[in-house]
């Protein structure tokens, strides 16, 4: 069965540090580049950071450069999301996909797998 599992989300004072993590499973997960979204209630997905199937290349989202640091442990099937300096309105829920075509990914797409999300809130 083929499963995106996010955790690590939770409630965090405004300054604060959270790290996402994403594992795989199901899947060969070295052959899929991998995707953060983040979605509040009645607004549209948008991207938050992506990675390459090696990790060699990277993409951030112009409100999260700087703040947030993608990574993948390929041997662990995992990826992370450090997310420093968080901001209120970085609260959303997060979403990680796989997609093994398309890059960079964006948040428009139907990528080939989804995770169901973790929630992520800053307050001020």
């Known amino acids: 069965e083929v499963q995106l599992v996010e955790s690590g989300g939770g409630l965090v004072q405004a300054g604060g540090s959270l790290r996402l993590s994403c594992a795989a499973s199901g899947f060969t997960f070295d052959d899929y580049h991998i995707g953060w979204f983040r979605q509040v209630p009645g607004k549209g997905r948008e991207g938050v950071s992506c990675?390459?199937?090696?990790?060699?290349?990277?993409r951030y989202a112009g409100s999260v450069k700087g703040r947030f640091t993608i990574s993948r442990d390929n041997a662990k099937k995992t990826v992370y999301l450090q997310m420093n300096s968080l901001k209120p309105e970085d609260t959303a829920v997060y979403y990680c996909?796989?997609?093994?075509?398309?890059?960079?990914?964006?948040?428009?797409?139907?990528?080939?797998?989804w995770g169901q999300g973790t929630q992520v809130t800053v307050v001020s």
């Open positions: 990675i390459s199937k090696s990790g060699g290349s990277t």
């Open positions: 996909a796989a997609d093994k075509d398309l890059w960079p990914i964006d948040p428009q797409t139907k990528h080939d797998f």
